[in-house]
């Protein structure tokens, strides 16, 4: 009986590392001036192979095994052998907004992919959406549908959130001169056009250049964070209903000048922003326990974790190895958090982590949808 315990779990233990394995879709990373990196379980290696070129927003998918399929800066999309899909120009993103591109897959099917875009500093174009069957030109793909447009004017955030039955998607967006998020659902029947309208928190308007920031999820997709750019700018972090696609409960972190990334931890219980100060040449990465209490003290909770070498720094972003990844303006190298569950200055922040083998990373990095690999977070407890 004992033996067959000990065979059933290592039978278990297999599976388990099979499954962890298989989720690959977020390996293949595209950004900045011609940079990539490659992640394989705990290791990750620069590449010099992109066509991408971009100041901020980029999306890469790959399959489950971790095998690229296709990346975009929202306005090119590049197949897995990095040349130009057909009809995958002139896509309506651009390089300069934040979250120029956001990919998804059509829930029910493996072929079909959605490329949102969204444009610069709230102008016309606005969010649209474009269609990728992966089972056209031989299998690299083809644009079936492009630029389907949702609305208009629309800021530069842009993310998605699984659906909680674990199959349909939330696509979130934010309103401009308003305080509308906005989230439409994706299913099998395609894109519902008609969004979820949640009007709570800071109202996103004024100057065009205070539609720029990243708005990003929770790694188990029950809370989100905004960075409200501008001289005068704020973090907000919101409560996300991932039944019904509403916003709640804002909680706004004041006074961080050109306030830009935002990024949870994994377990849920941080979140990092980086602000650069008026005018850039102030360069912090700042760290909130979201466990602290109240609004009143997760703001005073706020540490300094890390300031850079570069005037700016921009997005950041959870890798599949668990560390996290801090863009730098037009450098050879990313910063890395290496250990982003930690409080404080434990979470040990390297300006010059991650070498990018001669190639520079600018103020993006991909943008991914929670929920496209397992989550392995928590809800921070927050009221």
């Given at each position: 009986m004992i033996q067959l315990k000990k065979i059933a779990y290592a039978f278990a233990l297999v599976l388990l590392t099979l499954t962890a394995q298989a989720q690959g879709e977020t390996n293949n990373w595209y950004f900045?001036?011609?940079a990539g990196l490659v992640f394989k379980g705990d290791s990750v290696k620069a590449v010099v192979n992109g066509r991408l070129q971009t100041e901020e927003g980029s999306a890469t998918i790959s399959d489950k095994e971790g095998n690229l399929l296709f990346y975009t800066n929202g306005i090119t999309v590049w197949n897995r052998n990095h040349k130009v899909m057909p009809n995958g120009n002139g896509?309506?993103?651009?390089k300069s907004s934040t979250q120029s591109a956001l990919i998804i897959p059509q829930p029910g099917t493996d072929s079909l992919f959605y490329i949102f875009?969204?444009?610069?500093?709230?102008?016309?174009?606005?969010?649209?959406y474009s269609v990728v069957n992966m089972n056209k030109d031989g299998g690299n793909g083809d644009i079936t549908a492009r630029n389907v447009f949702m609305i208009a004017p629309a800021t530069e955030k842009l993310t998605a959130v699984r659906h909680s039955n674990n199959q349909d998607w939330w696509v979130i967006a934010h309103r401009w001169n308003s305080n509308a998020y906005m989230a439409y659902l994706v299913t099998a029947e395609g894109v519902n056009m008609e969004p979820v309208m949640t009007n709570v928190g800071t109202v996103h308007g004024g100057a065009h250049r205070k539609a720029i920031g990243y708005l990003v999820p929770s790694p188990d997709g029950?809370?989100?964070?905004?960075?409200?750019?501008?001289?005068?700018?704020?973090?907000?972090?919101?409560r996300f209903?991932?039944?019904?696609?509403?916003?709640?409960?804002?909680?706004?972190?004041?006074?961080?000048?050109?306030?830009?990334?935002?990024?949870?931890s994994p377990d849920g219980t941080k979140l990092y922003g980086t602000a650069n100060g008026k005018g850039g040449g102030k360069a912090q990465i700042i760290q909130f326990n979201l466990q602290a209490g109240d609004e009143a003290a997760i703001s005073k909770s706020a540490q300094i974790i890390g300031t850079s070498g570069s005037p700016r720094i921009g997005a950041l972003q959870l890798g599949?190895?668990?560390?996290m990844y801090v863009a730098r303006q037009d450098n050879i190298h990313l910063g890395v958090i290496s250990k982003p569950n930690a409080l404080g200055k434990e979470s040990?922040?390297?300006?010059?982590?991650?070498?990018l083998g001669g190639r520079k990373s600018d103020l993006g990095?991909?943008?991914?949808?929670?929920?496209?690999?397992?989550?392995?977070?928590r809800s921070a407890n927050i009221r």
């Open positions: 900045g001036k011609g896509l309506m993103g651009m875009t969204t444009d610069i500093q709230a102008q016309s174009n606005g969010l649209r029950t809370r989100l964070a905004a960075a409200l750019w501008d001289s005068d700018s704020n973090f907000e972090v919101l209903n991932r039944s019904t696609g509403e916003v709640s409960d804002p909680i706004l972190l004041k006074g961080y000048e050109e306030a830009y990334g935002v990024c949870f599949p190895d668990g560390r040990n922040y390297v300006d010059t982590g991650m070498h990095l991909p943008n991914f949808p929670q929920g496209i690999r397992p989550a392995t977070s």
